[in-house]
């Protein structure tokens, strides 16, 4: 299991000293730290627990003026040292520190009293206290980084932290936040961070986000060592060829292509230190980003962050909020969202299940892809929202609306079938909107579909009370011969049209069914011997007047029996086939 665990505390505290005594590696690598004293940059170590495991730890600047840093250090970590001079106790970047640990949603950790060599067991004793109450359910060791007195302890007291902490999730898409670009001879640019999900391997193809483009992965190296693949967790170096170093800064992200969005805004549910006010402008803190952005609030705990730059995230993703100090935080719930200020969509993302996210991203079905595309849930998360969340062909919708549309559809069915027993059933444009999710949820919809048009299970077309105008019809037809009958009732006419009982001609008008045969008999016959057939050579044959014959050479042009080249007719291939 791959962890990452980040120093915390005020400067002067030992944080350095502690993990070069731990790892035995020199994080300060800057020239101006090194001659300072301080910590400006971040520094990265692995650390070997007793039992063989290794951490990838990540030192932060304590310094006031480099808070930045550490939130950008603190962001991709799963577990705190927090540092704490036993001589001095907490201190103001102690306590800032702290908040920002807690808002990232980093609540696991130890706390290590430093220096305790240089100071009497009382003074000890105290600051072990102080430690204790500032961070109740956290192991306090005591250590001394130039001794070595508690090291093994403390060691210890990560490994049974590390045992608690869920790990990262290995089988999402990828994703790295930059924290360092670099060049080396032979290899070109390379870049670090942390792994916050997924796996990268030797010719991954990445995107480039939020600025573009996609980068090849030529090598993978985790602590300076070669490996086929990173996993989720770990400390990450990425040879990347073909690419200049001024490509690629601090902030941008390589992520799986397509599975998360670069968005101008951010819906999120504050967590506050101090009144954010609406329009309130300020720094937030993302990955290894920072942007500035302007606050509009939604309701009592709810805002939307409308950023100066775009910004790559993912629902459950935490941010700090920062302005001369730090101002609070917030939980992303929608990483991507319309820029319309809705508080009941805001609740509904705030309950947090697959089908309230479904519910709130639109009202109607949303393809399974943008879901994932937008960051608002993972595959694996809508599959464990099966019964509240329905998938169909690519497309989720929430349990609620779909029986909410089937009601919908069924009652209109119903209304119709009793309004119109020769036409029961209505066209599926009419019950659906023509959206490409239609063709989807129709089959869940508990309606027998007959070509484009819908039917209650089992409802068929009947006569009913107009059996009687129907046999008048067909009487009155049967007698008329070849000569066309204007049909008032068109919903008749098209059930018996339906039914094989007539043809219906245009204009409103009608014949038999056995008339329409001898019409068409008449002008293939007529072809046969002629090679075509013209209207008024059709009107002599048929006996009938020039309107009558027009409309039958039109159906049968319809109907594929013939084609009209000007004023004459030649037999299409239905036509070449029935003769």
Known sequence: MALTVGTAGHIDHGKTWLVRALTGKDTDRLPEERRRGISIDLGYAPLVLPDGRRLSL???????????????????????LLVIDAAEGARPQTLEHLAILRLLGVDQGVVAVTKADLVDEETLELALEEARELVPGAEVVPVSAKTGEGLDELRAALGRVADSVTPRAVDGPARLYVDRVFTLRGIGTVVTGTLWSGTIAEGDVLALAPRGGEVRVRSVQVHDAAVEHANAGERVALGLPGVERREVARGDALVTPGAFPASYRLDVELEELALIEGGARVSVHHGTSRI????????????????????????????????????????????????RLDPRRLELLEQGDPASIVAATVDAPVSVAALTARGLLSRAELDQGLGAVVQADGWAFSQRWLDDTRAAVLERLRARAEESPLEPGLAVAELLPPEPWAPAVLPLLAVERRGAVAYLPGVAASLGARADAAEALEHELAGSGLAAVKVEDAELARYLEAEGRLVRLGDGFAVSAAAYERARDLVVEECRAAGEIALAR???????????????????????????????????RAGRETA
């Open 292 to 339: 500035a952005a302007r606050v509009a609030r939604i309701g009592e705990r709810g805002a939307q962050l409308r950023l100066e730059a775009p910004v790559v995230a993912a629902r459950g993703d935490h941010v700090v909020l920062r302005g001369e100090t730090t101002l609070g935080g917030a939980t992303v719930l929608d990483p991507a969202p319309p820029r």
């Open 538 to 572: 059709f009107r002599d044959l048929a006996a009938v007047g020039r309107r009558d014959a027009q409309l039958l050479l039109e159906r049968l042009d319809q109907d594929g029996v013939t084609r009209r080249l000007g004023d004459r007719r030649v037999l299409r």
């Open 58 to 80: 990540v030192d932060v600047p304590g310094h006031e003026r480099f808070v930045r840093t550490m939130v950008a250090g603190a962001t991709g970590i799963d577990l705190f």
